[in-house]
């Protein structure tokens, strides 16, 4: 070898170094963007799912709150009125499954005398006029029925407007202001009568 030939050799070695580089440099970027893709897209499935489908980590808090919660809590197609998914305490709530609870609809769980008063609420609810529906007659799937103060908001779901709905158990309060309004009834009759 002469002496031009290694000068050569190391400018070859460099060329290749500085393509290496670049190749490294592209790579690391790409790797960049590919870690940040998932940071990127909006996760709606993971926010309103049911029992045990929340896959990340960050959902981790939310599905704590979701299958811990002692509210009945659902999500039902607005249009439709089709539940997608509920959380256990309102499986509970209805004496179902997860699964029965999917192959229902908002006017399943109600009365058949109530199911329009329901369905009027269901509706203001969607169009933001209602947040709260007080004492709705839901039903079990023994036929029993139940009273609940419902909140809810709209939503998006696999990409789908829908309604979150909060469902509060209010049949034992219910029963004790009724209880009390018939004693105080009596405590009236007999003052009256006195």
Known sequence: MTGSDKPRATRR????DS?????????????RAARERPQESPAP???????????TESDR???????NSGDGIVVADSETRQFYTANPAFCRMLGCSLDE???????????????????????????????????????????????ADIHSFPITHADRACLIGFFRDITERKAAKQALRESEERYRTVVESA
């Open 101 to 147: 609870v999917r192959q229902l609809a908002a006017p399943d769980i109600h009365p058949r005398d109530s199911v329009a008063f329901a369905m009027q609420q269901f509706e203001a609810q969607v169009k933001r006029e209602v947040p709260l529906a007080r004492d709705i007659p839901v039903k079990r799937k023994d036929g029993s029925v139940f009273y």
């Open 13 to 16: 070695k460099g060329a290749g």
């Open 45 to 55: 499935e993971t926010t309103c799912v049911g029992e045990g489908e929340m896959g």
């Open 61 to 67: 808090p939310f599905r704590t709150m979701f299958e």
């Open 19 to 31: 393509m290496s580089d670049r190749g490294r440099a592209r790579a690391s970027s790409g790797g």
